[in-house]
């Protein structure tokens, strides 16, 4: 089975907008996994446009399905983590003035970088997942590292999809299977939406989790939030 973590991002940004504490960002990850998430997924930047650090902290003490804490390895989110201890860090390369992840590790080029924080993470007591581009040359480097999985970027799927779905899937089909004969779990996150997201799903039926945010919150203010994790939910069972 396939689960279903929620990035609740966007829902912070919103609140933030106005200053308060509306929306409530505790309240809206309860009532996310009560309609059936299987996991909260959250991106604290240094800036604290959208997810503070305070955020974290808070819902570190009510998430009881999995707590997926995203973000670039500085020192800043290796403290938090170790601190927090939440089920999944999830290591990206962006830098902090990033608008969003727009891209997956050179696992070659950042190894060694990798190999330490990724044991030193592992000491936590938490499961480690490497963001990475569809790319063969990557995955033996990834697991070379000790990350327990890799999360693969899906952007670029995203947008051949509407256009060519069979040559748009075909890389990740690729490297997917070879992430499984590594003995590495798999995650996917990127521009995935009720669109989308079956027919990945039937092409890769072992994915371990997806982590949407940005369209499954854009589609909640059409349908609920209730009713969109449920047709997320259906669209992995698939």
């Not at 009560?34 to 930047?45: D, K, L």
């Not at 727009?102 to 970088?113: E, K, L, Y």
């Not at 947008?159 to 060519?164: A, E, I």
Request: aromatic share 8%; charged share 25%.
């Amino acid at each position: 089975m396939t689960k279903l973590s929620v990035n609740i991002n966007k829902i912070a940004t919103i609140r933030n907008a106005r200053g308060a504490n509306n929306p409530n960002l505790v309240q809206v990850a309860l009532d996310a996994e009560r309609f059936g998430a299987q996991g909260i997924t959250v991106h604290p930047r240094p800036d604290e446009r959208h997810i503070r650090y305070q955020d974290v902290l808070d819902l570190s003490k009510v998430v009881t399905t999995e707590f997926n804490i995203e973000g670039y390895p500085d020192k800043r989110y290796l403290e938090m983590v170790k601190l927090v201890k939440p089920a999944q860090a999830t290591l990206v390369p962006d830098p902090p003035e990033a608008i969003t992840s727009n891209t997956g590790w050179d696992t070659i080029a950042h190894q060694s970088m990798l190999q330490d924080i990724v044991a030193e993470l592992k000491e936590s007591g938490c499961r480690v997942s490497i963001f990475i581009n569809p790319e063969i040359k990557y995955f033996e480097p990834a697991k070379e590292t000790g990350a327990d999985r890799v999360e693969l970027y899906t952007e670029p799927y995203a947008s051949q999809y509407p256009s060519d779905r069979e040559k748009a899937v075909k890389p990740y089909v690729e490297v997917a299977n070879l992430a499984k004969e590594l003995g590495l779990g798999l995650n996917a996150g990127h521009d995935l939406d009720l669109e989308n997201l079956a027919f990945l799903k039937h092409s890769i039926p072992f994915l371990d989790e997806v982590s949407i945010g940005h369209a499954l919150v854009c589609d909640a203010l059409y349908y609920g939030l209730e009713n969109t994790i449920q047709m997320y939910r259906r669209r992995l069972e698939l």
